[in-house]
């Protein structure tokens, strides 16, 4: 009950945080923003990531723990998933810590099968597989499942110089202000930082 509590507030964490960071970048996000295009999204995304939780434990973690450094940074726009080949990418955070390949993976896996279909190919942004694979690995890890607005743009820019997260030097009142500035309570710190910390260690 415990974790599934956890995963509840993790989820809703995740979803506070999307909202107000598309608000301004994006055209008005609704959840029908595919229907006419790619009707069967939400089915191929959530099939992928399926297959990738069940390869996996840490699949359904390192996925979520992405999609926080994804809107954490530049909002969420996908741009945590570009590659520089210089070694700058902006997952690449500046104090080491690494993003597990196992959330890129699933993510990659998705955007696969949904450009596989002939009627999606090319017609889904990368930030909006992102945000259903994280919904999805938190309902399939045991967690709610939640309706996710759809219609954002990918970005196109990814810099290391760019990351400011938390990190293991910053006290209370570092990490309170650091996701109140993003519009997150102490409690969605808590959930999402102990639910993210699963993707830093094997299960």
Known sequence: ??????????????????????ATAQPKLRPDYYAGVCPNLESIVRGAVRQSV????????????LFFHDCAVRGCDASVMLIDPAGGDEWRSPDGVMLKPEGFSTVMSAKAAVDSDPQCRNMV????????????????????????????????????????????????????????????????????????????VHI
Request: hydrophobic residues 50%.
């Open 1 to 22: 009950m415990r974790r599934l509590q956890f995963l509840a507030a993790a989820a809703a964490a995740i979803f506070l945080l999307a909202l107000p960071l598309m």
């Open 54 to 65: 069940a390869l996996s434990p840490l699949a359904a973690p390192a996925t979520l723990r």
């Open 125 to 200: 942004s990368c930030a909006d597989i992102l945000a259903l694979a994280a919904r999805d690995s938190v309902f399939l890890s045991g967690g709610p499942d939640y309706e996710v607005e759809l219609g954002r743009f990918d970005g196109r820019v990814s810099s290391g110089g760019s990351v400011v997260v938390p990190h293991g030097t910053f006290d209370l009142d570092q990490l309170n202000a650091f996701f109140s500035g993003l519009g997150l309570s102490q409690t969605d710190m808590i959930a999402l930082s102990g639910t993210c910390q699963r993707a830093r």
